[in-house]
């Protein structure tokens, strides 16, 4: 009886720490920097794979993916951009 109830014990104590353990791991991701959606976006580099275009837009790679962009400045295929907004499916990026 002694040897059930010890492992019980354990048993519990085990689950409780492993409780503690995944609430503190949740807390702290969701305290984290936002790595996906548009906010993810901005910060980020990408490379101007086409010049202006249709509506003075550019073709930029950004994470390996194909993004319309628009800039204030002149872009030349292979410059580096840096996203600083984002607007529907449109960056908006500035020379790095």
């Not at 689950?15 to 969701?30: D, E, G, N, Y």
């Not at 976006?41 to 086409?50: H, S």
């Not at 962009?69 to 908006?92: A, F, Q, W």
Request: charged share 25%.
């Amino acid at each position: 009886m002694e040897l059930l109830c010890s492992d019980l014990l354990l048993t519990f104590v085990f689950l409780i720490l492993l409780a503690v353990v995944l609430v503190r791991l949740s807390v702290k991701a969701h305290k984290g920097p936002v790595l996906t959606g548009n906010e993810g976006m901005i910060g980020l580099t990408g490379i101007v794979t086409e010049g202006r275009g249709f509506r003075d837009r550019y073709q930029v790679e950004v994470r390996g993916e194909l993004w319309w962009c628009r800039s204030s400045h002149k872009l030349e295929p292979g410059m580096e951009v840096r996203v600083t907004g984002i607007d529907d499916l449109l960056l908006d990026v500035l020379p790095v």
